[in-house]
């Protein structure tokens, strides 16, 4: 099943007083997502991290809420 998401480029990552917020995939157990999403190695100020992200238009994108987030 699709969800509904909301995306941030990866270019622009979302920061708090903590550091950077990872995308909510990363944490996600839903097991019927069929959205274009990928595990990919990401540059975060220099440090190489393993992301899953919205991959659509050959651009990656972090997912900030979603309709079938499941913790």
């Not at 622009?12 to 950077?20: A, D, Q, S, T």
Request: charged share 20%; with cysteine.
């Amino acid at each position: 099943m699709e969800f509904e998401c909301k995306t941030q480029p990866i270019l622009r990552p979302i920061l708090n007083e903590k550091g950077v917020i990872e995308p909510l995939c990363n944490s996600c157990v839903q097991i019927d997502c069929s959205n274009p999403i990928r595990k990919m190695n990401i540059s975060i100020f220099g440090k190489i991290q393993k992301w899953n992200v919205y991959l659509a238009r050959n651009q990656a994108y972090q997912v900030t809420h979603c309709s079938g987030y499941m913790e």
